[in-house]
């Protein structure tokens, strides 16, 4: 069964441009999670899509969104890049929704912002 | 709120040795789910365990164990004889209400194996 795939793997952008990350999850798995790290914040949740739906929120601003296809699969986009966006971004899957399942991470897309 | 702590910023073992990494959680929930995930050079996080709050069973699984103690608030994570395989940065999380609240992470221990 194929792992949890991201593209791009890699992106530069620069400040006030904004950016689409795409995660396909594993095949059979009906939830989403992405989350942030950052060396110094570290891994930080930023949502989770389920059904389509976005099912929970991290705290976040407002121009970080995402959205989910009927095929599970998800993207999240970045608007108005800063220079602290810079990360690396990981997509998890999971059968259920809820993060008490056991998540399958991506490689993750490292995101710099000049 | 939920917080996990993991004291431990950097360990470095000759090969063989034992290791332990330290993870102290804070909540205030009665059911919740504590979790290990390895991450290698590669980047992607592997999932290594997952406990609920009512299941204090140690357990262990080849070469790692883990020690849950709820009177301390701890989740430990032993690798015995270590290999430099074990080289990676090693997270501890908590999920709380049930699993409903998001994962928070510690902060990471880099574990380096020397040969």
């Known amino acids: 069964k194929a792992g949890v795939t991201q593209t791009p793997r890699y992106l530069i952008k620069t400040r006030g441009q904004q950016v689409t990350l795409s995660c396909s999850p594993i095949s059979g798995h009906r939830s989403v999670s992405w989350y942030q790290q950052t060396p110094g914040q570290g891994l930080q949740f930023l949502f989770e899509y389920f059904s389509e739906t976005q099912r929970n929120k991290g705290n976040f601003p407002g121009r970080f969104s995402g959205r989910q296809f009927s095929n599970s699969r998800s993207e999240m986009n970045v608007s108005t890049l800063e220079l602290g966006d810079s990360a690396l971004y990981l997509c998890?899957?999971?059968?259920?929704?809820?993060?008490?399942?056991?998540?399958?991470f991506g490689p993750g897309t490292r995101l710099t912002v000049l | 709120a939920q917080k996990v702590t993991q004291a431990q910023t950097e360990i470095s073992v000759v090969e063989k040795e034992d290791v332990t990494l330290d993870c102290v959680y804070e909540?205030?929930?009665?059911?919740?789910?504590l979790f290990w995930y390895k991450q290698p050079p590669s980047g992607e996080l592997v999932f290594l365990i997952r406990?609920?709050?009512?299941?204090?069973q140690n357990e262990i699984s080849g070469r790692y164990s883990w020690n849950f103690q709820k009177s301390t608030s701890s989740f430990n994570f032993t690798i015995t004889a270590s290999q430099v395989v074990d080289s990676a940065v090693y997270f501890c999380?908590?999920?709380?209400?049930?699993?409903?609240?998001?994962?928070?992470f510690g902060s990471g221990t880099r574990l380096q194996v020397q040969p």
């Open positions: 909540t205030r929930d009665t059911t919740y789910y």
């Open positions: 998890a899957s999971s059968l259920g929704q809820g993060a008490h399942n056991e998540q399958f």
């Open positions: 406990r609920n709050s009512f299941d204090e």
């Open positions: 999380a908590l999920s709380e209400a049930g699993g409903r609240r998001a994962l928070t």
